[in-house]
Structure formats: C-alpha cells, structure tokens
C-alpha cells in the first residue's frame, strides 16, 4: 500500500512539473509574439510616417509648380495680370512661362481666326423692309491684346461686332433703293466691307473676310418684283411682235414696188426693143422643156419618122 502511494505522489509531481514548464512555454511564446508585433507596428508606422513626408514633399512641390508655371495652348496668347501693377503689356505665345506665385494670374486669349455671321433687318431708301446677313472672320490684334482686355474683356467679339454690324448695316442700306440692292450688289458689299473693318479697327479687331450671305426682302416686294417682271416680259413680246408687222408691212412694201418697177421695165423694153420679147418666149419654152423632160408621162418622137409603121 506504501508502494502505490508514492507512485501515486510520484506521478502527481511530474504532472504538476510538466504544467509548469507548459505554462512558462506559453508565456515565453506570447512574450516573443507580443515583441515581434510591436517590432512590425513600429515598421510600418516608420514606413508611413516617411511617405507621408515624401507625399507633403511632392504636394508641395507641386504646389510651387502649379503656382509658378502656366501652360499656354496653341492657337492662344496669354497676358500676366499681376497684383501688384495690373494687366502687363507683355503677350506670352504657346508654351510653358513663369509666373510670381499667389502675385501673378495668367489670361488667356484665343486668338484664333473664327466665324461669325451678323443680321439685321432694316429699310431701304425707298422704305421696303430688307433682311440682311453678312459674314465675318475676325481675329483680335495681337500687340493689342492687353487694351482688348482692360477696355472690352474676353468676351469682346460678343460686346463689339453685333452692335457695329448692326449699325454699318442699317446705314449702308438706307443709301440705297430697293432694286439697287440687287443691281448694285457689289458695290454695295465693298461699302459694308470697308466701314465694318474702319469701325472693328477702333476696337482693336481684325476683319480678315467679310461677304453678304444672304439678301432677303419682304414678300409684299417680292410679289410686286415678280409682277413687274412678268408685265416687263409681256411689254417686250408686244414690241417684238409690233416690231415683227412693221418689217414685215415694210418687207411687203418694198417687193411690191419691186415688181411694179419691174414690171414698168418690162414694159418699156418690149416696147423699144422686139428682141427683149423674143428672149423672153426662148426662155419661157426653154422652162416648159425642162418641166416636161422631168416628167415620166412624156414621151419625144422623131419628126421625119413615122413610129406607127416601125412598130409594124
């Protein structure tokens, strides 16, 4: 019996042995995982922690770049309002420029040639209603790019050419009477032409093209013109036929006293001359023998023979 109770408080201690080295086993790995943790923690907040230094470096980097360089397109002219002195005269062309940061601020002008058409609908001299449309390629002037902006702006196509076009045209227009709109078309055009570049040049503006589209009257007029046109062409048919009698009475006239002249002629040459007659009878029987030598119920015999008894 004593045997078995010190194998049994034996097995007991080692139990209780093997439970504590399990434990410090345990404590010893949660330790070094708690270490290694921390150790990974610390990593990755060194590694964030210097891209974002580098990332406040890059943004304001960038910053200063966006604040220091523009881009000017193609086709386009900037100028450099500046805090400090306003608008410069200095025009920068396509590319990349300089700027002041936060002092200077680019303005950008496109100085393209562009399209425009402009309308109006005003009278003529003769008080008819005409619509009219002229179109236009502008550009600004480029070594006055600057007045352009502190006097009219960017929008200046929209401020400065409806109201010119409108006026040159209304004043041109009422110089002349409807119909000369038509027959003076060319003359007309140069007049517009040369008063809408004097007026866009006051402004700065350069007219490249400038043409008439289109030319419009009312239809009351239109009507009236056809109608005009219409009694015109029957006018100048009754001319032509009045015209065509009195030539033709006149035609008759004179070969009627053509034949009276030559009859009278007639007359005095067989009176004075026998031989004018005989002439006449040798070249009335000379027609008859052609007439009948033409025809194929004619038949010619010999005189000295007797064609009966040779047909016997």
Not at 81 to 86: K, L, N, S
Not at 185 to 207: D, P
Not at 263 to 284: C, G, N, Q, V
């Given at each position: 019996t004593?045997?078995h ?6 097995t ?15 404590e ?25 230094k ?30 400090f ?36 609908e ?15 390629l502008y550009?600004?002037e480029?070594t006055?790019?600057?007045?352009i902006?502190q ?22 227009v ?24 004097t ?25 009236a ?42 007359t005095?040459?067989?009176k ?16 008859i023998a ?7 119920q004619?038949?010619y ?12």
């Amino acid at each position: 019996t004593r045997t078995h109770t010190n194998t049994h408080e034996h097995t007991r201690t080692h139990t209780n042995t093997q439970n504590l080295l399990y434990s410090q086993t345990q404590e010893y790995n949660t330790e070094n995982k708690d270490k290694m943790a921390k150790q990974v923690v610390d990593g990755l907040v060194g590694v964030l922690n210097a891209a974002w230094k580098i990332g406040a470096g890059v943004s304001v980097a960038g910053l200063l770049a966006a604040q220091t360089l523009y881009v000017v397109e193609p086709g386009h002219s900037a100028l450099i309002f500046d805090r400090f002195q306003g608008v410069k005269e200095e025009e920068y062309n396509a590319g990349i420029h300089f700027k002041v940061p936060f002092v200077q601020y680019p303005v950008m002008f496109d100085v393209r040639t562009q399209p425009r058409i402009l309308r109006t609908e005003t009278g003529t001299k003769d008080m008819q209603m005409v619509g009219l449309a002229v179109r236009v390629l502008y550009e600004p002037e480029r070594t006055k790019l600057s007045k352009i902006y502190q006097n009219i702006g960017l929008e200046y196509a929209d401020q400065v050419l409806p109201s010119i076009g409108n006026e040159v045209m209304k004043a041109v227009v009422a110089e002349y009477e409807a119909h000369e709109l038509v027959t003076l078309r060319e003359k007309v055009a140069k007049t517009i032409v040369s008063r809408l570049r004097t007026r866009a040049k006051n402004y700065n503006i350069r007219l490249r093209d400038i043409s008439i589209t289109q030319l419009q009257f009312s239809p009351e007029y239109t009507a009236a013109v056809e109608r005009k046109q219409v009694a015109q062409q029957l006018t100048e048919r009754q001319r032509f036929l009045v015209e065509k009698a009195r030539e033709e009475k006149r035609a008759t006239i004179i070969r009627v006293e053509g034949e009276t002249e030559a009859a009278r002629l007639i007359t005095e040459a067989m009176k004075t001359s026998p031989e004018f007659l005989e002439l006449r009878k040798i070249e009335a029987a000379k027609e008859i023998a052609e007439t009948l030598a033409r025809s194929r119920q004619i038949t010619y015999l010999p005189q000295s023979t007797n064609v009966l008894m040779s047909l016997q």
